[in-house]
């Protein structure tokens, strides 16, 4: 059963994550995804030192805030200073990356984190973690229950603003010329991305995140030109991940997050040599 | 106070030992990162000190010890195969350079992570402290370490001194570098290896996150101060030393606290006073000459107004209502009262009961602007062969920025002309 739930939080992140992260890369902002995850930290931090007296919701929001000033200061140094993009990137996210592990530190005593969690988290402790009713009901593990909420807002978010974030990632221009306000897009995405590496960050820890937001939607961009496509075989891509990962964590005696992110990148080098179209072996074949 | 003068004294071998390391690994990452920085390819540090893991972890299974110099020949290896994986990536598939960083970043660290933990789970005591490649162990370098980063320090400067030129051209200039015969290929090699060894070394200090700050943050501080890279090196050096002091400083009065993080704010910090404040690059200073410009531009345009409402009346001495200046050109809100408030200021107009008047100061700066967008109207016309109504609008952006000297030349090359296209008179 623990098993079980292993894979399900495995899982429930893949897709939250590759769905997104498919609109990252064909933004070219999959650095910006890697920055968000990293940049999180201190939010998280400050949501521990408050602690259980507050309401969780608003909590996480709170946290999730600091993805989007992430991207509101990438683009300050990128418009206001000139900086060019990447630097603007490397500089933030370290910098709010830093400043997470100070308060870590600060208060050592008071927050529950260590700095092993927040880079590969502890999927094998969510099984652990049961959310147990007054009543004494079993309701199964707590982590899995964030997570499901969460995959549902994302599903919620893409499926109503599909067309929003279809124009505004392959047709810049034409959406501003209409009056669709890319601005709008952008951020609503930046949220999504944030609120979903806060609540992914303890079960799973950064990389994890990072790599599904990345690794499945590029093995689909191999596959397909086709958005709803790529949209489903990431999808796809990211839950075979966490359950081969699962196998290879327990037949290695490894972390859980690590191994999921080998086999996704197992499947990435796979397609990236033998896919039809864009593999690089299948294109020797046919020179 | 005093724990400052403790610090600075180094009389504590520890204390001698962090400080040198920090400034050392500092120095050496920023010097590595001005290249990276300059080929648009800094986060390719981040890509790299993610991926050096798993070569440290097999340099450690398949040794067994964790003699410095094996596992940094190990870490060289690994991180050295994802500067290539990423450019095989980028050159072979659709895939996007920032794309490919991520992905082998995300999966070269997931191996490393997988692989340190069936490290740790085998229960060999040998491999404690293999976790400071994860989050670095400043505060606790020893003379060992210091001995290490030393060495690979003077190897990366001597490197970047020998190959300056060479590594000059590939950063600005690659194409006329291939032109000239030097073996692009091979410089490219060079450059990968020497900012993995920076890499391989400074994670040591600072952790695998925040590496990337070393590169990235001396190189981007130091661009808003010179544009001569030679001048740019020396600066991120600087910038990167002082850095590693500060953060050994901190954790020094403050144990509790990692020396890592406090380095990244000391640079945070740096690129913030550097890009607010730098003299000609900085935010403030583009700000203020901006506003400068804007203010040249907005009185000069009153001036002219006021100066062409003058010759229709053949009188320049009268005073102007706003209504009349605002027939004549429109202007933003508010703009044109603090134009003529400016322009008062400087004794070119002065407020009359009904409105405002040139000075005869007023009316000589007046002349000038008005001929200076008049002799550009003829000389579009005459030599650049623009009909007469397309040569308004080219005259209205370059009258403010005209020289004296370019002005002389113009009327040379004009002839002295006397009216304009519109046949208005040229004032003197």
Known sequence: MNEFYTILTGSLVAISCSLLGSFLILRKMAMVGDAISHAVLPGIVIAYLLGETREMIPMLIGAAAFGVLT???IELFHKKARLQTDASIGITFTFLFALGIILISAFAGQ?????????YGDIAMVPLDLWITDAGLNLGPRQVWILGVNLLVVLAFILIGYKGLFITTFHEEYAATVGIAAGFWHYSLMSTVSLTTVVSFESVGAILVVAFLVVPPATAYLLTEKLPVMLGLSALFGVISAILGNMLATWLDGSIAGAMTAVAGGLFLLTFLFSPKQGILMRLKFR | MNSLLEFLSLADPNVRFVVLGSVLLG???AVVGCFTFLRKRALLGDAIAHSI?????LAFMVSGSKNPWILLAGAAVSGWLS???IDIITRKSKLKPDTAVGLVLSVFFGVGILLLTHIQHQGNASQAGLDKFLFGKAASMTSEDVLVFGGVGMLLLLVVIAFYKEFKLISFNPEFAKVIGLPVAFLEFLLATVTVLAVAVGIQAVGVVLMAALIISPAAAARFWTEKLAVM???AAIFGALSG???SFISFSAPSMPTGPWIVVALTVFVMISLLFAPQKGFVARWLRDGNNHEKILTENILKALYQ????????????ELAEIRERREFGPGELKRGLRILARRKLVVEAATGWRLTSLGLTESRRVVRLHRLWEMYLKEKIRLKEDHVHAGAEAIEHIITPEIERLLEEKLGFPERDPHNSEIPR
């Open chain 2, 309 to 320: 409402i003058g010759e229709k009346a053949r009188d320049f001495a009268g005073s102007r």
């Open chain 1, 111 to 119: 927050v529950d984190l260590d700095q092993d969690c927040v880079l």
């Open chain 2, 27 to 29: 120095m050496s990452s």
């Open chain 2, 233 to 235: 090196i020396v600066i």
């Open chain 2, 245 to 247: 002091v500060f953060g």
């Open chain 2, 53 to 57: 893991l798993p070569g440290i972890c």
């Open chain 1, 71 to 73: 991207t509101v200061l």
């Open chain 2, 83 to 85: 500067v290539a994986a």
